[in-house]
């Protein structure tokens, strides 16, 4: 809770609630008293969800030898439960060979993650990302759904940036190159700028 909250001042508050069940539902808050009791009230309407589908598209997928593929952490992370309690939990996961990603896969997925996914031709890289699937991707985020992107050997930040940046403007800054530094001199980020 927040004793005070002077004038002019805007400040973000996290509130966890359980709803009883998935759809659409009104989730209201409210704040304490003032001159002004028109705006004491927020009503938001959101769609809470039983389960959240998510579609990985593995750049290096192997059915013959699954540990190769470049989401076989991803998909043990995101599939953390016993076989037979998979159906009921929340995170329901499906990988597919980035080559056999098509637009109709995204209908009915609220995120998708790409692992180590080529958006375009490049040398060692054994699958591409189709055309139309990585234009798919530009409406299904306008709509407020989520892409993820974990790197690898077959990102190429060139591609990245003339791909998914600058035609389809999904990255929220440009790719820059791989920096190789020693073991023994660490990588240190500035939280405060984040370039």
């Known amino acids: 809770s927040i004793a005070k909250l002077p004038a002019g001042e805007t400040r973000a508050v996290t509130l966890n609630c359980l709803l009883e ?67 009921s939990f929340y995170l329901q996961p499906r990988v597919v060979s980035a080559r056999l990603a098509t637009p109709a896969l995204l209908a009915k997925q609220d995120i998708v993650m790409l692992a180590n996914v080529a958006v375009q031709a490049k040398p060692g890289a054994r699958e591409v990302l189709p055309t139309d699937f ?21 990102v190429s930040p060139d591609a990245y940036n003339k791909v998914l940046s600058k035609k389809l403007g999904l990255l929220p800054m440009p790719l820059k190159q791989v920096v190789k530094l020693p073991p023994e001199q660490p990588l240190f980020f500035n939280r405060g700028s984040f370039n």
């Open 21 to 87: 069940k998935a759809g659409l539902r009104v989730l209201t808050a409210r704040v304490g008293p003032d001159d002004l009791d028109g705006d004491n009230r927020f009503d938001q309407v959101i769609l809470v969800r039983d389960h959240v589908n998510i579609l990985v598209v593995d750049g290096n997928h192997s059915e013959k030898e699954p540990d190769r593929s470049s989401s076989y952490f991803l998909m043990h992370a995101l599939s953390a439960v016993k076989d037979p309690d998979r159906a």
């Open 134 to 154: 990585a234009e798919a991707l530009e409406p299904f985020v306008r709509k407020g759904r989520s892409l993820v992107i974990f790197g690898g050997e077959n």
